[in-house]
């Protein structure tokens, strides 16, 4: 796995069927490195921490395998990296094959995969449709959410490490399916 894109977001005030929201999902790639820290990403706007941000959700990475069967099912949006709400759009990124507690280094930091993302409200925002949350739930497609063990800049192109492979762990995918149920 190597970082395609690093994402921050802004927050923004929306109106969506009459109703007013408050969201950081709204991430857009940088240029520049981001920093990760031990509970959200440094300029990076959380706006609900009762669901995002925190030790156990310090950062979001989403895989850009992931973005084709979602151009297929709606080919009329704009994509861009980001768009899950990412801060880190990464290349080959199987849930099946991600392990609960396994560590990589990543850049300057070391990161330990938590939990598998549930989808909330404001996905429905951004793709103006709130079927795109079932669509979510019935694939394997959550990304995957990261503790920050070490703090420090990452910045595309940097690569996935493997430094411990949890074991006798589940993956992100099983995780996520236990959810369902």
């Known amino acids: 796995m190597k970082v395609v894109s690093v994402n921050i977001g802004e927050k923004k005030k929306i109106q969506y069927k009459n109703k007013t929201y408050l969201t950081g999902i709204y991430k857009y790639p940088v240029e520049n490195s981001i920093l990760l820290g031990l509970e959200d990403v440094e300029n990076d706007h959380v706006i609900d921490r009762r669901y995002h941000g925190g030790i156990q959700k310090a950062v979001y990475a989403y895989g850009e395998n992931h973005y084709e069967f979602w151009k297929n099912l709606y080919p009329n949006l704009d994509f861009h990296y980001g768009m899950f709400g990412e801060n880190l759009t990464v290349t080959n990124l199987l849930e099946e094959e991600i392990f609960v507690g396994n560590v990589y280094q990543l850049g300057e930091t070391i990161i330990e995969v938590t939990k598998p993302r549930e989808p909330c409200a404001k996905l429905g925002i951004v793709f103006n449709t709130p079927k795109v949350i079932k669509q979510f739930w019935n694939s394997t497609k959550s990304g995957v959410y990261f ?31 236990a959810k369902k149920k």
């Open 147 to 177: 503790k920050v063990l070490q703090t420090g800049k990452v910045s595309k192109n940097d690569a996935f490490v493997l430094l411990e492979k949890a074991k006798n762990a589940p993956s992100i995918a099983d995780v996520y399916n």
